[in-house]
């Protein structure tokens, strides 16, 4: 897991772990990386990490509600991020690194196999939905390895993954969205919460709305359902639906938060 982390920043100085526990990664991270920062919130695995990592830094903190962006700015330049957190919190975490894009080099993070499989998944599988959408939008994501239940005391119920998503390689990208990314989270949630409807119907309600460009879709989305539809088609409708509008340089609230109970979808 560590030696898949490249960063070359002055001794690892933007490289920061989310959640260290009480130091099972950390130990071997902090060796490679010296000013490298821990966030956790647990103030007795914060005591238990002072003592088996005594020279590594770490913040108390909530990671959803820490400022990637100014993080960033504060360490010299986009972050690089490991995270081994409770399954509970890491896909919101995801979210969370997504509104903060421009700020986050990579992430490395553990995340349960179901939930990995969604952030890869191609169009026309059932694992197809917000996070396979975001997440190939806003970064290449790649599973680099599983992990099996007997690599945790005490073992989990289910298999876990080990995922990069590449947010550097997806920069470009990004700035060539052109769209709000509110209007984009509004239009893939409102068509995924009716994923076995045709969009003309999933959308209805939406498109009857005075602030809207169009009253119908074209024909070429009408009768498709929203797993048949590839991301960057997502934006096309956005853009089609909402207007286009210049994708935000710095930070906006747009994800985080939202997709608590969706990222099942």
């Known amino acids: 897991m560590v030696s898949a982390l490249d960063d070359e920043s002055e001794g690892g100085k933007r490289t920061i772990e989310l959640g260290p526990g009480t130091g099972a990664i950390t130990s071997r991270l902090w ?27 770490v913040i108390r903190s909530d990671v959803l509600m820490v400022n990637y962006t100014k993080l960033a700015e504060l360490r010299g330049g986009p972050l690089s991020i490991v995270s081994n957190l409770p399954f509970h919190v890491a896909s919101q975490a995801l979210f969370t690194l997504a ?15 179901e939930v990995a499989q969604r952030l890869v998944a191609k169009p026309n599988s059932k694992k197809y939905g917000i996070p396979s ?17 007997t690599a945790y005391f005490p073992r989990p119920n289910v298999m876990t993954s080990y995922v990069k998503l590449d947010f550097e ?4 990208r990004r700035r060539a969205l052109d769209v709000d990314p509110r209007d984009l989270r509004n239009l893939t949630n409102t068509v995924f919460r009716y994923r076995r409807k045709m969009m003309q119907n999933s959308l209805a309600r939406i498109l009857s709305c005075h602030t809207t460009l169009i009253d119908q879709l074209p024909e070429e989305y009408a009768k498709l359902r929203p797993e048949q539809i590839e991301p960057w088609e997502f934006v096309h409708l956005t853009q089609l639906v ?9 930070f906006k609230r747009a994800w985080r938060g939202e997709f608590g109970r969706t990222v099942r979808d």
């Open 31 to 57: 060796q490679r990386y010296p000013e490298m920062i821990g966030i956790e919130i647990d103030q007795r695995a914060m005591r238990v990490l002072s003592r088996t990592v005594p020279g590594a830094t």
């Open 99 to 113: 509104d903060h894009a421009d700020g986050v080099r990579s992430a490395h993070v553990i995340l349960q196999q």
């Open 133 to 149: 959408v975001v997440f190939q939008l806003y970064a290449d994501p790649k599973i680099l390895f599983h992990l099996p239940p």
């Open 169 to 172: 390689a997806a920069a470009e």
């Open 242 to 250: 909402f207007g286009k509008k210049e994708f935000p340089k710095h």
